[in-house]
């Protein structure tokens, strides 16, 4: 017999952080059910460790209770990785930077279906995050429709077709927005069955057990030149769209990113304060 344990869903977040929060000292504003949710994706193991690291943020500040301030900082360390405030941006990347996260989450709020920004900020984290938009589910997700799929890719090009908007130029910075981009929309043709030659079919490659040598595909040479030229069509046509969008939004662009190069970080409530006064649908 083979007993599969999988990630757990919301309520099994929910009742881990219980378990792991037992002998912590929480405050009156923490709400685990928020935590759980902000914590999608992560297994039991990440999830002791948020418990730990909210509780050492909290000795190391002076408090004898934790915070919800303490665990969503812990999330984005477990997510983003450690801030790095000594990484200095001097003025035009930093400001590059700005608009490039504020084009992700300008998008996400223009594209329905997208998961709500709950963080914008453009302190560096990892090793090699200068900014990032972090989006927090509100419900766990286990099917996507294509239309989800799309207003996913469309986020992501956010950040590029920002800086174009503004720069008339892009830069180096959204090289893993694209390169995820193009992922999704590769997956979407071979895996997915959702483009208009090859719907409803699968077009799987084999992996090789061999490093550094790429697996074989079981299709010809005329489909690998379909799967290549839908992909670019189809991120050029997303593109130009949610380009298209930040245009017609460039005044809800400028306002947001002022205040994110003022503040370094917008809480999700603050940014769908601005975007609401400013968004033209």
Request: charged fraction near 30%; hydrophobic fraction near 35%; avoid cysteine.
């Amino acid at each position: 017999r083979q007993v599969l344990i999988d990630k757990p869903d919301l309520d099994g977040r929910h009742e881990i952080l219980k378990i792991h929060t037992r002998k912590i000292i929480l405050g009156d504003d923490v709400d685990l059910k928020k935590i759980a949710q902000g914590a999608a994706g992560l297994a039991g193991a990440d999830l002791a460790n948020i418990a730990n690291e909210a509780a050492l943020m909290a000795v190391r500040g002076g408090r004898n209770a934790v915070s919800q301030a303490d665990f969503e900082e812990a999330i984005e360390k477990s997510v983003a990785g450690l801030e790095r405030k000594s990484r200095i941006l001097n003025p035009k990347e930093r400001e590059r930077v700005a608009y490039h996260e504020t084009g992700h989450a300008l998008t996400a709020y223009m594209t329905e279906g997208a998961e709500p920004v709950s963080k914008i900020s453009i302190i560096p984290r990892g090793f090699g995050a200068l900014g990032y938009t972090l989006q927090y589910p509100t419900e766990d997700r286990f099917l996507l429709s294509e239309g989800e799929l799309l207003s996913n890719i469309d986020t992501l090009l956010g950040g590029r077709a920002a800086e174009e908007v503004i720069y008339g130029e892009i830069s180096t910075g959204a090289g893993n927005d694209i390169s995820r981009a193009s992922d999704l929309a590769r997956r979407m043709i071979t895996e997915f069955g959702m483009s208009e030659r090859y719907r409803n079919i699968t077009l799987p490659t084999s992996q090789s057990g061999i490093a550094g040598v790429g697996g074989t595909r079981d299709y010809s040479e005329k489909a690998q030149e379909y799967i290549d030229s839908e992909t670019a069509r189809m991120i050029s046509e997303r593109y130009a769209v949610v380009k298209g969008n930040l245009q017609k939004n460039k005044d809800a662009l400028v306002t947001i990113t002022t205040e994110l190069l003022e503040t370094e970080v917008l809480s999700g409530e603050r940014f769908e304060e601005l975007a609401k006064s400013k968004v033209i649908v």
